[in-house]
């Protein structure tokens, strides 16, 4: 894993939803960007919803056996991996930008939440479900993805940012440090 592949996937995200601005008529990324509360008041928002957003979603998947093939998997590829703070640092901001500035920026205001939701989860997953695994990877993104798009569609599109680029960070950070407790 590289920086430049990440900073050139989260880039290549966002330069497809700037694309998609200037190609349709109905999408306006600078007025969706600037749309709701100040920048600075979303901002602070991201951070502060991330936390409780982290301590919801990641106590009802630790604590549903359902889960525990998520889980197996999350902890492989990260122990895989073994990304560097700069590597999480750059993956969870070109993530969090890249993706929703095309999924709540774009995709969203053309289509609404709950599709946007479904074509999102089924990215990260590449519509395979024939795993349980994979089942229930789609069923924690889709609910994420709700989340976000609720976020900016109440608070504001870098109040989504935020709190994608924060829950990847602080995810990966976790399963890391419960990779390296149990070594």
Known sequence: MTNILILITGFGL??????AHWLIERIDLVTELTAG????????GGVTITPVVVI???????KSKR?????QMSRYVIYELNPSFTQIVTLSLAAGIGEELLFR??????????PASIIFA?????FRFNKTVLRMYFVMVFIMSLILGLIARHIGLAAAITTHAV?????????????????
């Open 14 to 19: 966002s330069a497809l939803a700037f694309v």
């Open 37 to 44: 509360f100040p920048i600075w008041i979303q901002i602070l």
């Open 56 to 62: 919801l979603i990641y106590n009802w998947t630790t």
């Open 67 to 71: 889960f525990d093939a998520l889980a």
């Open 105 to 114: 920026g774009v995709v969203q205001p053309l289509i609404g939440i709950v």
């Open 122 to 126: 089924g990215l990260h997953t590449g």
């Open 167 to 183: 829950w990847d960070f602080t995810m990966i950070v976790l399963v890391k440090k419960e990779i390296a407790g149990s070594e």
